[in-house]
């Protein structure tokens, strides 16, 4: 049964701790991209209904550091389904704790792929966006994913 973006609405949020800083204080890029992988883990399992493996994660640029302290939250949602693939949009905003004051840190795409019982890759329901942004992702979505696969072809 088709599916709409909002099914799998997916939300994270942590504080910025030590342990997962530089030494500068701010978030060790490599803990953020763990975070965005599951987070768009959770969106794709919850579109397909099905173990889901990580196939790719677009260009991830690091736009604005998140500093000791702040409330990272992602938020993730399937853009696009292909026959046994997935597209997820990851947003990644970083709140200050005492201001409130948040911006987008960062934002990627990722590519997910739903397996059975096999360990084999399977079909998954069909994406109908509904809104303005979900429909301009949905059309957008094919185009990224020639170009991924072109790139992971070559
Ligand atoms: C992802 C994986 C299941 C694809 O398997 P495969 O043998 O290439 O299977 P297929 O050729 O049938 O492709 C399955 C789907 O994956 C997609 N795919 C494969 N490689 C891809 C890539 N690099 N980027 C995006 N999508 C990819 C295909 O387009 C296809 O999608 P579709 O059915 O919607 O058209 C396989 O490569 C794998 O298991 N990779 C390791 C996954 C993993 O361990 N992730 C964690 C990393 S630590």
Redesign the pocket.
Known sequence: MAKKPSDSYTVCSEMLLPNDTNTLGNMFGGKLMMMMDMTGAIAAQKHARRTV????ADQISFRHPIILGDIITLEAKVTRA????MEVHIKVWAENHVTGKHLLANQAFF?Y?A?NEKGI?TEVPELIPQTEEEKYLYETALQR?QS??KH?HS
Do not use: I
């Open positions: 493996v990580t196939a790719s292909f026959r046994t693939s590519t792929v397996l890759p994913r991924r696969l992971h």
